[in-house]
């Protein structure tokens, strides 16, 4: 069971260029959200999805688009980055999002992204 | 944006010594849970609280959710080695799990 999975682990961008951060859980999960983690600021979300096809904004959007054609996939797409944007980024994902018994928060292993 | 008040910031303690951490927070939550985060990887569950007053244990690790639902707290009993790492509480809503800034615990052997 591999769980959530991202890719890559590390990524060195220009400003402006573009990317797509993947993620992937094999858990049947309806709930998969994006976070971006930097020094001192713990974890904030930036979009979440409660299905495919739903998406909604977290507290730090601007910047950062997201799709959900499948149960499995949940891209975060950065469409012209910015220094600002160099975080370290976490997929993770549960079962119905609703904090509910049987519904923690899984994390995958992580994206560094470097914006130069 | 919201954000949980977790404290201490950070912990030098001694090998074999017990371990206090708490989140407070100005909402109520459903769900109360801890995890663990070492370096380069992703957080990993250790407790999760799903009622107001429940205490749990996982080996040397005890969390509680307070019975105001506005808070929670961690103890490590007997630290080891091992047990150095970010932790982070966060408490749970409808669809929006909202973190605390983390406890940084480094264990002196």
């Known amino acids: 069971n591999a769980g959530v999975t991202q890719t890559p682990k590390f990524q060195v961008l220009k400003t402006g260029q573009s990317m797509t951060l993947q993620c992937a859980q094999d858990?049947?999960?309806?709930?998969m959200s994006w976070y971006r983690q930097d020094p001192g600021m713990g974890l904030r979300l930036i979009h979440y999805s409660v299905g495919a096809g739903i998406t909604d904004q977290g507290e730090v959007p601007n910047g950062y688009n997201v799709s959900r054609s499948t149960t499995e996939d949940f891209p975060l797409r950065l469409l012209s980055a910015a220094p600002s944007q160099t975080s370290v980024y976490f997929c993770?994902?549960?079962?119905?999002?609703?904090?509910?018994?049987?519904?923690?928060?899984?994390f995958g292993n992580g994206t560094r992204l470097t914006v130069t | 944006g919201q954000q949980l008040n977790q404290s201490p910031q950070s912990m030098f303690i001694q090998e074999g010594e017990d371990v206090s951490m708490n989140c407070t927070s100005s909402?109520?939550?459903?769900?109360w849970l801890w995890y663990k985060q070492e370096p380069g990887e992703g957080p990993v569950l250790l407790i999760a609280?799903?009622?107001?007053?429940e205490l749990t244990s996982n080996g040397r690790l005890t969390a509680q959710f307070g019975i105001t639902r506005k808070d929670s707290f961690l103890n490590i009993s007997a630290s080891i080695p091992s047990d150095v790492g970010i932790y982070f509480c966060?408490?749970?809503?409808?669809?929006?799990?909202?973190f605390g800034t983390g406890t940084r615990l480094k264990v002196l052997a």
């Open positions: 966060a408490g749970a809503g409808t669809y929006k799990y909202i």
């Open positions: 858990m049947n999960h309806e709930y």
């Open positions: 909402s109520i939550f459903n769900t």
């Open positions: 993770a994902s549960s079962y119905s999002g609703t904090g509910t018994r049987n519904s923690p928060l899984h």
């Open positions: 609280l799903y009622k107001a007053g």
